[in-house]
């Protein structure tokens, strides 16, 4: 059973910076896709940032130059830095996955409150 675990969320301030955390039970080699997406109230759930074996990492047009996703096969773990934090950017924060091979199956973590507010 994957597992997905999301740490690192809380209030933040404009103008502020965050990192999300991402622990993946098992080895991140067993994805093709791992990244973030984020759900505010009212919203639909959108792409924040996603990273592959190989080629470039895609980010959300909402985060782009803001975002930093970077995976770590060691510690099997995907973590995302964000800056220049807006209010905009309070949301749910979700971890994603998505299994090589077979039905290319997907994993979604509990996710973790991000909220941007002075």
């Known amino acids: 059973q994957v597992r997905l675990v999301e740490s690192g969320g809380g209030l933040v301030q404009p103008g502020g910076s965050l990192r999300l955390s991402c622990a993946i039970s098992?080895?991140?080699?067993?994805?093709?896709?791992v990244g973030w997406y984020r759900q505010a109230p009212g919203n639909q759930r959108e792409l924040v940032a996603m990273i592959f074996p190989t080629g470039p990492s895609k980010y959300g047009d909402d985060v782009k130059g803001r975002a930093t996703i970077t995976g770590d096969t060691e510690s099997n773990t995907v973590d995302l830095t964000m800056n220049s934090l807006k209010a905009e950017d309070t949301a749910v924060y979700y971890c994603?996955?998505?299994?090589?091979?077979?039905?290319?199956?997907?994993?979604w973590g509990q996710g973790t409150q991000v909220t941007v507010s002075s």
């Open positions: 994603y996955a998505r299994e090589q091979g077979g039905d290319g199956s997907e994993y």
């Open positions: 098992g080895s991140i080699f067993r994805f093709n896709a």
